[in-house]
């Protein structure tokens, strides 16, 4: 399994059932040296899915005082990929430390 972490809408439930077929269960953590921004997405079909063109986005502070709250969700390698095709291109993922210690995956701003 791998550990996703979700500061968005990856945690609407009607995302998860559309992308994953199940819905997901996870526990908070929280991610430090990133601020949450907001991009406009044109993808239609996750416009569709998200029900906003305006989609939250993590830009890297590097400030310890900056923290951004979000759900840490396992998933399997194939969901993994699933997720990517769901975040657009404005989105890469990489991985990160949260303050739980936890290595997990997050999208972050392209």
Not at 35 to 64: F, Q, R
Request: with cysteine; glycine share 6%; charged share 30%.
């Amino acid at each position: 399994m791998e550990d996703l972490f979700s500061y968005g809408t990856l945690q609407k439930i009607e995302v998860q059932i559309e992308s994953f077929n199940r819905k997901l269960t996870g526990f908070s953590d929280c991610l430090s040296g990133y601020v949450v921004s907001k991009i406009k997405i044109m993808d239609e079909h996750v416009i569709k899915l998200s029900g906003t063109d305006l989609h939250p986005a993590l830009i890297y502070t590097g400030n310890d005082d900056d923290k951004v709250s979000g759900v840490v969700y396992q998933v399997t390698k194939i969901e993994l990929v699933k997720a990517d095709e769901y975040e657009v291109d404005d989105y890469k993922r990489v991985r990160v430390i949260l303050s739980s210690g936890r290595n997990a995956w997050v999208y972050i701003s392209d």
